[in-house]
């Protein structure tokens, strides 16, 4: 039965976790390395991640510079993050790209809220269905008289408290990235 607890709990993390990896993904007006993490390059005959090919920073709150360790890769760079479709319009000076990253609209803002916040409720899906599994596997060892009642019952409340634990991470993610938008 600790078993079962702890593979719940570890899908329900892992839900988590995936939701974190969204919203570092979701523009808020401030340069991210996040945002450009998932671009992949053309480069030496293979598609590579921007961060193997480049240098990432970000030296001011609205800019992320890019280095490439080979300056040939400067144009496969930029074709790249055009493709990513980031809304960001990449320039160079034959050594450096730029991404300035322009501020948001009061009407993008609340877009991006609106998509915040259905990741959110996904990732509380995701987590339910979690604690459903679980339930149903408890339904069928009660079944087959492997536990007692009082065992169940007790493991059944267990999962309910990491479900409702987890939900309130969600909630509190969601709320930390909805201001983050929000913030001028």
């Known amino acids: 039965m600790k078993a ?17 990896a969204e919203l570092t993904k979701i523009r808020t007006g401030r340069a991210s390395l996040g945002l450009v993490q998932d671009v992949r390059v053309e480069a030496y005959g293979q598609q590579m991640p921007l961060h193997q090919v480049a240098t ?37 000076d034959g050594h450096l790209i730029r ?9 993008r803002r609340k877009e991006l809220v609106k998509v915040v916040k259905r990741i959110g ?21 009660e079944k087959a008289g492997a536990h007692s009642e009082d065992d169940v019952k007790r493991t059944h409340q267990d999962i309910q408290k990491l479900t409702d634990a987890i939900i ?9 990235k909805e201001k983050e938008i929000m913030t001028v």
């Open 4 to 20: 079962l607890v702890e593979k719940s709990r570890q899908q329900m993390e892992q839900s988590l976790e995936h939701l974190r």
């Open 99 to 107: 991404l300035p990253i322009p501020p948001l609209t009061e009407d």
């Open 121 to 141: 409720e996904e990732t509380k899906v995701a987590i339910r269905n979690g604690r459903r599994d679980a339930n149903e596997s408890l339904k069928e060892m």
């Open 56 to 92: 990432l920073n970000i030296p001011e709150p609205r800019l992320i510079t890019i280095q490439p360790w080979d300056a040939s890769l400067i144009g496969a760079i930029e074709r790249a993050i055009l493709q990513a479709q980031l809304g960001l319009s990449p320039g160079n």
């Open 168 to 176: 309130l991470k969600v909630d509190e993610t969601v709320a930390v």
